[in-house]
C-alpha cells in the first residue's frame, strides 16, 4: 500500500467524523489524465482536506519549511504532506515561481492532478482576490483540463490558519467541484498576456460561483499588505 492510501486509510475515516465534509461534484474530476484543481485558499487545513476528499492522488506546491521541521510536529507534518503529494519549493526565492510552474508541469506531463491556488496565498479576510495567470499558463502549456473547486467553512473551523482545528456542533465543511475547463481553443497562445488573463479570470469567476464568496480584484498579497 503506497503512503497516501495509508493516509487516507487512517485519517480519512477521523477527517470524517471531526468536520463531516460535504463533498460536491467530485465524479467531475477526470479519472485518467492530467487535470488541474483550482480553487480557493481560506485556511490551512484547505491543503489537508482536499488529497483526502478526491479518488486520485493530487500532488500541489507547498512551502519547504513544512517538510523541515526537526521536531515530532514537524516530521509528523512532513509525513502527511509528503505523502499525501506535496512537493516541497522555495517559493521565497527569485526564481521560487519559475520553479513551481516547472514542477506543475512536470506533473501534468506524467498525467497526474495537480492542485493550485489562484490566489497564490490565503485569503485574509474570507473573499476571494485576483488569481495569478500561472494557473492560465499551465493549463495552456500541457492542454489539461482545469476543474474548478471550492472549500466552504474551513475559515470558520480554523480562523486566520491558527491553531487546532475546533469543529463546532452542527458546523460542517464543504467541497465542490464544478464541470472541467477546457482551454485548447488557445494552444500556442501562453505567452499571451490578455489571454492568460482572460482564462485566469474565467476559472475564478467559476471558482466564485462555486464558493459563493465576494470577489476582489486585488491580489490577496496586496491586501495583506494594506
Known amino acids: ?70 521536531t515530532l510536529k514537524g516530521r509528523l507534518m512532513a509525513w502527511f504532506f509528503t505523502g499525501v503529494g506535496m512537493i516541497p519549493v522555495d517559493r521565497d526565492g527569485g526564481r521560487g515561481g519559475v520553479a ?39 493549463a495552456l502549456m500541457t492542454g489539461a483540463p482545469v476543474v474548478p473547486f471550492a472549500m466552504i467553512g474551513t475559515r470558520e473551523i480554523q480562523p486566520d490558519g491558527k491553531g487546532i482545528p475546533r469543529p463546532a456542533p452542527g458546523r460542517r465543511i464543504g467541497v465542490r467541484f464544478g464541470d472541467p475547463l477546457d482551454f485548447t481553443r488557445y494552444e500556442g497562445m501562453d505567452r499571451d498576456r490578455y489571454v492568460l488573463r482572460a482564462v485566469t479570470d474565467e476559472v475564478m469567476s467559476e471558482v466564485m460561483c462555486l464558493s459563493g464568496q465576494e470577489y476582489v480584484d486585488i491580489y490577496a498579497t496586496k491586501a495583506k499588505a494594506a
Do not use: C, W
Open 1 to 70: 500500500m503506497s503512503r497516501f492510501r495509508l493516509i487516507k486509510a487512517l485519517l480519512g475515516p477521523l477527517l470524517r467524523l471531526l468536520l463531516r465534509p460535504q463533498v460536491e461534484g467530485a465524479e467531475r474530476i477526470p479519472a485518467h489524465g492530467p487535470v488541474i484543481l483550482a480553487g480557493n485558499h481560506l485556511t490551512f487545513i484547505d491543503s489537508m482536506v482536499l488529497p483526502l476528499v478526491t479518488r486520485r492522488q493530487v500532488f500541489f506546491i507547498g512551502k519547504d519549511e513544512y517538510v523541515t521541521g526537526r
Open 100 to 138: 513551481a510552474l516547472m514542477t506543475g508541469r512536470r506533473i501534468l506531463d506524467e498525467g497526474q492532478v495537480f492542485g493550485i491556488y489562484p490566489e497564490g496565498t490565503r485569503s485574509p479576510d474570507g473573499r476571494l482576490y485576483r488569481g495569478r495567470t500561472g494557473i492560465a499558463r499551465l
